[in-house]
């Protein structure tokens, strides 16, 4: 437990030593303003764009600027030859991950009751936003594992990005008819937002509980199955 607990400060100076936490926390401190001087009606149908904004897409950019970095100054290589496991050093990377995810979370949404007087249920909207991030990394870890340098992955992130983000655009625009809402629901992106949403209108049960299913069972299958096999070999081989 000490060595896991030592890693995860590491993991977090190290937000602070690239600078990714300065970074993460401008962008939030940008949907603040937006939402501060926005209206109470328009100020709830953004929170939950976002929050899965900075807790999903934005997770696996900083994710990869993150692991390059490391990568260069051969931090994840020292990792690997200590005495501490290969999940250990996975598990602290992800409650990095959660930290920078629930700085932004913290603002966007406290923003939203503080300003706006929104009443939520501040449980429910922290599980929500843990599971979305856990969902987005385990597909952002597959995306580094694959790219060859960090403008390959650059390229694929935003592949991937406008790739979740459609269904949304196609659903607020009406094209997709609702007998085929159940197929938009492959983007993790917009289960996220159907889970937040929830927590600022009314949203069918069976939808929440099918985004819950999906955004648990996309990490359970993919960090064990896929990351951890290939994780310790790309960070070796450097």
Request: glycine residues 6%; aromatic residues 12%; proline residues 3%.
């Amino acid at each position: 437990m000490d060595k896991l607990f030592h890693l995860i400060k590491g993991e977090i100076f190290r937000l602070f030593k690239y600078k990714i936490f300065f970074f993460g926390i401008l962008v939030s401190v940008i949907w603040v303003i937006i939402l501060g001087l926005s209206d109470k009606a328009t100020a709830e149908s953004l929170a939950p764009s976002l929050v899965l904004m900075d807790a999903g897409l934005m997770s696996i950019i900083l994710l990869a600027s993150s692991f390059f970095l490391e990568k260069q100054e051969g931090t994840l290589h020292a990792l690997l030859v200590s005495p501490v496991s290969l999940s250990k050093v996975l598990i602290a990377k992800i409650v990095s991950a959660i930290f920078m995810g629930l700085i932004s979370f913290i603002l966007v949404i406290g923003c939203v009751m503080i300003v706006h007087g929104s009443k939520v249920n501040v449980f429910y909207l922290l599980f929500y936003t843990i599971i979305v991030i856990l969902a987005h990394t385990s597909i952002g870890y597959v995306l580094i594992l694959r790219a060859k340098d960090f403008m390959a992955l650059l390229v694929a992130c935003m592949g991937v990005i406008l790739l979740f983000m459609s269904p949304l655009l196609l659903m607020a625009l009406d094209i997709v008819p609702s007998s085929l809402e159940f197929l938009v629901f492959l983007s993790p992106t917009y289960a996220g937002q159907v889970l937040v949403q929830s927590q600022f209108q009314m949203v069918d049960s069976s939808k929440i509980i099918l985004s819950i299913a999906y955004l648990i069972l996309i990490p359970a299958i993919l960090y064990p199955l896929v990351v951890y096999k290939r994780f310790e070999k790309v960070a070796i081989e450097g």
